[in-house]
């Protein structure tokens, strides 16, 4: 480990007294993160589910160097430029109906205060200020933000630590049936009875639509969307949809509001946008809540610095278009197909809980916590990088991978699952 970064540079969710090893990188191409010891590594992450396309795509990286010999950055107040349009106008013809106002942000946790602040303002300027909470699911994750956090799971989030500064919300019990099964009625019951007692209060819904993410990785059934919005509808309640881990293809459907077909009255994107390469998220919403907040000449109170960066605008165009010109649906589905049968052999090992297979995310719930060092350690050496956190082994490689990756990385997270029955 780099002596410097040991001491002085601080990586995510990590003690500075005693850090997690971290692995110095010299370059990476196509699926393969190269390491500054010579090691090769195949991404099992997409760098965090964002480098849908791998890395040092040419494409990308042509739309990178060509939009740096016009214009980096310029703020967006008062200006506006053509990667902006470009990507506004693809969002819009891509994203479910209605969705028609974009506004661009830096980062994902962004997008969702953005979400968040469209719904407080929709009711405050349409005279009901007492709708001003949120309702979500436990077990979901919307980012690290504020406002985020309080949207977080209240257990494996940050609720304790930052109690009494972070709001309060209304939690509904997690969805417990599954992606490929009819609806409990349990799950129905629950959420209604939240929002029956309380949507005077609330302003929005907000959900990880099918796929809860770093919560916990849980895959739940497309009927709870489907009711989720009819009773939002019925209780005069916005729904958000979180799709920043989900969106562009990642669950086999290009947004996963389309597994229940389903429009949500906002959306949030991020992650996959840029292929991985520069920040950028956006928040879409719709005609009813676009008019709400502007009524009386009521504005959006947001405006980060980088909003609309055109640097990322230019490389998020050509990323969506790779996207499309990719066929990017065959590709999720052999991921599919070949994670349901590569890592279904792994339910009966002792340390195997539960494994989870849905478009190109893999998952491998152990019954215990994981030791990250050690399995991230048998990961490297076994010429794969996979990021294991909580009791959670998982893959989401990069569309672009080939059979024969995919299978090391497969039989990798075997290794890894042996080792922990032998520790």
């Known amino acids: 480990m780099n002596t410097f970064d040991k001491n002085h540079l601080w990586h995510p969710y990590t003690s500075m007294q005693n850090p997690l090893p971290v692995y110095e990188i010299e370059d990476a191409h196509g699926v393969y993160i190269h390491l500054k010891d010579g090691r090769r590594l195949i991404d099992g992450m997409s760098s965090w589910w964002a480098a849908i396309h791998g890395y040092n795509h040419p494409d990308l990286n042509a739309a990178a160097k060509d939009q740096l010999d016009k214009v980096a950055h310029v703020m967006f107040g008062g200006l506006t430029h053509k990667p902006a349009i470009t990507l506004g106008k693809k969002l819009v ?4 109906s209605s969705l028609d106002y974009v506004y661009f942000s830096d980062s994902g946790s962004v997008s969702v205060e953005v979400a968040i602040k469209m719904a407080v303002q929709f009711w405050q300027n349409t005279g009901k200020p007492s709708k001003n909470r949120l309702l979500t699911i436990r077990g979901g994750y919307h980012g690290d933000t504020f406002a985020a956090m ?7 989030g940050m609720h304790n630590l930052f109690k009494g500064v972070v709001s309060e919300q209304y ?6 049936t599954r992606f490929d099964e009819p609806l409990a009625i349990e799950d129905k019951n629950s959420l209604e009875a939240i929002l029956k007692k309380h949507h005077k ?3 929005a819904m907000i959900l990880e639509p099918i796929v809860q993410g770093a919560g916990g990785m849980w895959f739940y059934s497309s009927e709870y969307l489907s009711v989720a ?4 509808d019925e209780y005069d ?11 562009f293809g990642r669950t086999g459907k290009l947004f996963a509001c389309e597994h229940a077909d389903i429009t949500p009255d906002i959306l949030c994107v991020g992650k996959a946008l840029t292929g991985g390469y520069v920040s950028l998220a956006a928040t879409l919403t719709n005609e009813r809540v ?4 502007s009524l009386n000449g009521g504005v959006l109170m947001h405006g980060p610095t980088f909003m609309a960066n055109p640097l990322a605008c230019a490389i998020a165009s050509a990323n969506l278009e790779l996207l499309i010109n990719n066929k990017w649906q065959n590709c999720v589905s052999k991921i599919e197909k070949q994670l349901q049968a590569e890592l279904s052999v792994y339910i009966n090992l002792p340390a195997v809980a539960d494994v989870r297979v849905l478009g190109a995310i893999g998952v491998v719930e152990t019954k215990s916590v994981v030791d990250v060092a050690i399995l991230q350690k048998c990961f490297v050496d076994s010429g794969v990088w996979i990021r294991p956190f909580g009791k959670l082994v998982y893959l989401m490689p990069p569309y672009i991978i080939q059979a024969e990756e995919l299978n090391r990385l497969t039989s990798a997270l075997g290794k890894g699952l042996e080792a922990l029955n032998n520790s």
């Open 93 to 96: 013809s891509l994203t479910p």
């Open 150 to 156: 309080s949207v977080c799971d209240p257990v494996t």
């Open 171 to 176: 939690f509904a019990p997690k969805p417990l």
């Open 201 to 203: 209060n609330i302003a």
């Open 229 to 232: 919005r009819k009773l939002c």
């Open 237 to 247: 309640v916005l729904l958000i949809a979180d799709e920043i881990a989900t969106g």
């Open 290 to 293: 676009m008019s709400g907040i």
